[in-house]
């Protein structure tokens, strides 16, 4: 998205969403369909249609069932990838990166709150936006890419970097 804006001298919506529609919603698909007919032929009496939750982006997809609980990442990108252009068109290059790391913060204090909430309740840490946290690091790492490149240590500051927030 920022070597397209950098390239074009703008985002450019169209382009970007049509990859990514391609990039998760047909392997999405390609998923799910085939596993609704193996459970709709050999479970005849079990409720497949929990499996198509995550194509409809539900945001507690990670607790759905059990045949697409790993999704949740996939969903949980798409619904990044939905607001995070959105946010980079309207804000001025220079409050950009200010802007992610306060996202990140946010992010991971919302996730702690999630953590609270699901322990207290008993249960999983289901909905989506607990888990935002590494996709708003990685933006934030890809916005800081052209400083980090102005250091004479960059070779081992991506390293360290990673190694940091994992």
């Not at 982006?57 to 969903?75: F, M, Q, R």
């Amino acid at each position: 998205l920022l070597r397209d804006e950098e390239r074009d001298g703008a985002i450019q919506f169209r382009r970007f969403y049509s990859r990514q529609a391609i990039r998760y919603f047909l392997p999405l698909i390609g998923y799910l369909v085939p596993l609704a007919f193996f459970i709709a032929i050999h479970f005849p009496g079990a409720d497949w249609r929990p499996v198509f939750r995550p194509l409809l982006l539900d945001p507690s997809t990670y607790c759905v069932a059990e045949s697409v609980s790993h999704l949740y990442s996939l969903v949980l990108q798409i619904y990044f990838w939905l607001a995070w252009p959105l946010i980079l068109k309207l804000l001025p290059r220079m409050q950009r990166l200010p802007i992610a790391i306060s996202l990140g913060l946010l992010a991971l204090t919302w996730n702690a709150y999630g953590q609270i909430v699901a322990n207290r309740q008993g249960t999983c840490l289901g909905r989506i936006d607990y888990f935002f946290a590494p996709l708003v690091f990685g933006s934030y790492f890809a916005l800081a890419e052209t400083e980090l490149k102005k250091l004479a240590c960059w070779r081992f500051a991506l390293p360290v970097a990673i190694a940091v927030v994992t």
